[in-house]
């Protein structure tokens, strides 16, 4: 007498029975009809005219991604050869040929693993089998499952069967590998490529399936493990089959995205307002929140790739698309996010946090890798267009991204601060020249003007470390304007024009280098002075120009080619005409 618990001995029959009787969901639930497959319309209606016109093939290759139907449709194939009322393309599932097949196999429907099965001696065996008639049925039908273990010498082995069979066989070779199947094989083939199954289909099949197990299932919890499966039906029902047996009756989606270890759109979110903000120290302390919280960090990054994905398709196609496997409030979501960045900031993003989940999975200090990974894209920073960048020299208002103008999403103009507020670098120099004639030098008139370096003095420490390590812009602002340390201020008056590089990273950098004590920085408007020019001269227009050449004066007066100096620096070495021949 087997040593069996009480509560179990209670009824030691009916716990046996149930357990028998417990099937999971994928299998349970394995279409029998061409009408139960969802999507896949373009195999199931080549195959039903097929049936209709009496033309089958004798060699299928199924491929695509796993759990989308490639076993399934195979064994419906069969049902529809097969059944007494056959070939149909509506086989009856009552015959002693359907029910058998559903089971798995009769001696005429044969299924060959060959991933156990892929050598010489199996496939010698297979065409022997292949000589003799069927025993009952009307057709053989070999349904060869991970067709693409078959080793070569095998796979020459089957050509000639697979060319020529006997009228009465029909192969069907399933793979996920579709390219390691020899082109000799393939050629002699009917080829369908399985899709992965779209988001909408899956959730309506996994509501359906809900209901036929009396499960309450919440939408929202149906989205997540529909994102799970990524597109395979069998991965997301085994998700289900896990979600039922941790939830029971009743599944929420909190509960099954800890189940998961998935992350919600508003965890990932705090990533996107950390980046807006420009704040590292938020992603850090994301970091540690995970950390804190036992989260799979690699689960995190990957999730975090998904979630740049889908919002640069968002950007790009907006929230009505399909493309996204996501329910419609999800999908406005990530458009709404999504209509903070730009195209290239998000192209970026994404292509960095891949980066980040490329390393992760060989890290052997994840959490490091990940806050290298986050700052890093802080620092990656948000990039304006160089046409916005060049327009905007000419307006203070800047324009949208031209991809937004594409898409008609609304346009959030970045929360990063503008290129340049007060007047152009054009203004000023025209005030400048304007100035110069009545005034040559700063002659002490005029109270407001930069006042000489002070040796020693806070200012001329910042210029001389900012002039040392190449910020030779921020250096003139700093030179023009006044600077005082009062407490734990720093107090800048500066032209409005100036405002951006003080409030730039590498500015906060020297105060950090040249003080090496946190200030807070005080910036104010000094409105009465000409805004002094950073940037150098234009060069004069042609009168000045050595060679005389009208041609380049014409071109060193272009407004645009200023403007491109204006922001590129550089100098012009040559003018060449384009109309004219080199
Ligand atoms: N298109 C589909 N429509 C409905 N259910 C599907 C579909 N595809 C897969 N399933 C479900 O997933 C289970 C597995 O499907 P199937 O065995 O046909 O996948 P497969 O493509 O052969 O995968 P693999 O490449 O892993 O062998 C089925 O029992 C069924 O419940
Ligand atoms: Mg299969
Ligand atoms: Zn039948």
Redesign the pocket.
């Known amino acids: 007498m087997p040593r069996i618990t009480r509560g179990l001995a209670l009824n030691p029959d009916r716990n046996r029975i149930a357990h028998l009787m417990y099937q999971v969901?994928?299998?349970?639930?394995?279409?029998q009809t061409f009408q139960?497959?969802?999507?896949?319309d373009h195999v199931k209606t080549t195959l039903e005219n097929a049936i209709a016109q009496q033309r089958i093939g004798h060699g299928y290759i199924?491929s695509?991604?796993?759990?989308?139907?490639?076993?399934?449709?195979?064994?419906i194939l069969a049902r529809c050869l097969n059944c007494v009322t056959g070939p149909t393309a509506a086989p009856c599932g009552v015959c002693a040929s359907c029910l058998e097949i559903t089971a798995g196999g009769t001696v005429d429907v044969i299924e060959i693993d060959a991933a156990s099965n892929r050598g010489i001696n199996e496939m010698r065996e297979l065409r022997e089998n292949v000589r003799y008639r069927p025993a009952r049925d009307r057709y053989k039908v070999f349904i060869i499952?991970?067709a693409h273990q078959i080793t070569s010498e095998a796979f020459n082995a089957l050509l000639k069967t697979i060319e020529e069979p006997p009228e009465w066989v029909v192969f069907v070779l399933?793979?996920?590998e579709a390219h390691k199947i020899p082109a000799t094989i393939a050629s002699r083939c009917q080829h369908f490529s399985?899709r992965s199954?779209d988001f909408d289909d899956l959730m309506a099949?996994m509501a359906w399936i809900c209901a036929q197990e009396g499960i309450q299932a919440a939408p929202d919890a149906l989205a997540v493990l529909a994102q799970a499966g990524e597109g395979?039906?069998?991965d997301s029902?085994s998700a289900l089959d896990q979600a039922i047996a941790a939830c029971g009756l009743r599944i929420e989606a909190p509960a099954v995205r800890a189940l998961l270890g998935s992350f919600s759109l508003e965890s990932l979110h705090q990533v996107t307002a950390a980046l807006a903000a420009g704040d590292p120290r938020q992603m850090l302390e994301l970091v540690d929140e995970l950390e804190r919280n036992g989260r799979n960090l690699q689960h995190f990054s990957r999730e975090l790739a998904r979630y740049f994905r889908n919002l640069l398709v968002a950007r790009i196609a907006g929230p009505d698309t399909r493309l996204i496997a996501a329910g419609a409030a999800e999908r406005a979501r990530f458009a709404e996010i999504a209509a903070g960045f730009s195209e290239e900031d998000l192209t970026r993003y994404l292509h960095l946090s891949l980066d980040l989940f490329r390393d992760l999975q060989f890290s052997l200090q994840p959490r490091f890798h990940l806050e290298i990974g986050l700052v890093r894209l802080v620092h990656a920073g948000r990039l304006l267009p160089i046409e916005q960048a060049l327009a905007d020299l000419g307006d203070t208002e800047p324009r949208p991204a031209p991809s937004a103008e594409r898409t008609g999403l609304p346009v959030r103009v970045p929360a990063a601060p503008p290129l340049r507020t007060g007047p152009s670098p054009f203004e000023a120099d025209r005030a400048k020249k304007a100035a110069r004639p009545a005034e040559p030098q700063n002659s002490g008139a005029n109270a407001l003007a930069p006042a000489p370096l002070v040796p020693g003095d806070p200012r001329e420490r910042l210029h001389a470390w900012l002039t040392e390590h190449g910020l030779t812009h921020v250096a003139d602002a700093v030179e023009n304007s006044r600077v005082a340390l009062s407490g734990g201020d720093i107090v800048i008056q500066a032209p409005k024009s100036y405002h951006l590089y003080f409030k730039d990273r590498s500015f906060a950098d020297a105060l950090r280098q040249v003080f090496a004590r946190p200030l807070n920085l005080k910036l104010t408007v000094d409105e009465s002075a000409a805004p002094p020019v950073a940037l150098p001269e234009p060069p004069a227009p042609a009168s000045a120009a050595e060679p005389a050449d009208e041609a380049a004066g014409r071109a060193l007066a272009n407004r645009e080619v200023q403007r491109f100096r204006e922001v590129f620096g550089g100098e012009v070495r040559r003018i060449r005409n384009l109309k004219e021949p080199t």
């Open positions: 969901i994928a299998r349970k639930y394995r279409p139960d497959v969802v999507n896949q199924f695509g991604q796993r759990g989308t139907g490639k076993t399934t449709v195979a064994r499952d991970e399933c793979t996920t399985f199954v099949r395979s039906v069998r029902l």
